[in-house]
T-cell receptor, first 119, second 113 residues
Framework: DAGVIQSPRHEVTEMGQEVTLRCKPI?????LFWYRQTMMRGLELLIY????????DSGMPEDRFSAKMPNASFSTLKIQPSEPRDSAVYFC?????????????????FGPGTRLTVL | KNQVEQSPQSLIILEGKNCTLQ??????????LRWYKQDTGRGPVSLTI?????NTKSNGRYTATLDADTKQSSLHITASQLSDSASYIC????????????FGAGTRLAVHP
């Protein structure tokens, strides 16, 4: 298995532009997570999907951020309009959830991340 | 408030030496505790997982301990190698809901030759 796939790996954009980050979870995993990582705040959960349904979006910073999961193999995180303070590494992670053994059900497998720079 | 605190913030050791990283948590109700390793430019990778009934777990040269009474965990690295240079993140699973993960800020370890 190729693991969690994210694209692009790097994104540089100007303030005000729309940014779309993409994620392909591990096949068969029921749960998908979007995180943001900065030096100041570490890893922060943005949103959690279970079976393609958003369960917890309390970490989404504001209305400029939106996430979708149209099917079990694809998710997007969109920022519109982007701001310099959005600069961070954005990780997507997936976990087996109820499809896995109990002990490993919530082990999260992270993608390589997208490094976003907003100028 | 559910929190995970790690110490030290950073650590430098010489290749071949041992080291111990600390984690204190206030997460309740608690489901399990993991240590993740994050190499520079990569996503975190799970090293060990322990439930409240387990007090030690090994993965090669990595040994994690857990004291659920004092809510403390440690990660001991034996005979360090240059490839151990990474951030080590303590992650506690909060079982009041969907097993949400609460992340520590991490300890940045540098192993020098």
């Amino acid at each position: 298995d190729a693991g969690v796939i994210q694209s692009p790996r790097h994104e540089v954009t100007e303030m005000g532009q729309e940014v779309t980050l993409r994620c392909k979870p591990i096949s068969g995993h029921n749960s998908l997570f979007w995180y943001r990582q900065t030096m100041m705040r570490g890893l922060e959960l943005l949103i959690y999907f279970n079976n393609n349904v958003p369960i917890d979006d309390s970490g989404m910073p504001e209305d400029r951020f939106s996430a979708k999961m149209p099917n079990a193999s694809f998710s997007t995180l969109k920022i519109q309009p982007s701001e310099p303070r959005d600069s961070a590494v954005y990780f997507c992670a997936s976990s087996p959830g109820t499809s896995g053994r109990a002990r490993e059900a919530d082990t999260q497998y992270f993608g390589p991340g997208t490094r976003l720079t907003v100028l | 408030k559910n929190q995970v605190e790690q110490s030290p913030q950073s650590l430098i050791i010489l290749e071949g030496k041992n080291c111990t990283l600390q984690c204190n948590y206030t997460v309740s109700p608690f489901s399990n505790l993991r240590w993740y390793k994050q190499d520079t430019g990569r996503g975190p990778v799970s090293l060990t997982i322990m439930t409240f009934s387990e007090n030690t777990k090994s993965n090669g040269r990595y040994t994690a301990t857990l004291d659920a009474d004092t809510k403390q965990s440690s990660l001991h690295i034996t005979a360090s190698q240059l490839s151990d240079s990474a951030s080590y993140i303590c992650v506690v699973s909060f079982s009041g809901g969907y097993n949400k993960l609460i992340f520590g800020a991490g300890t940045r370890l540098a192993v020098h030759p």
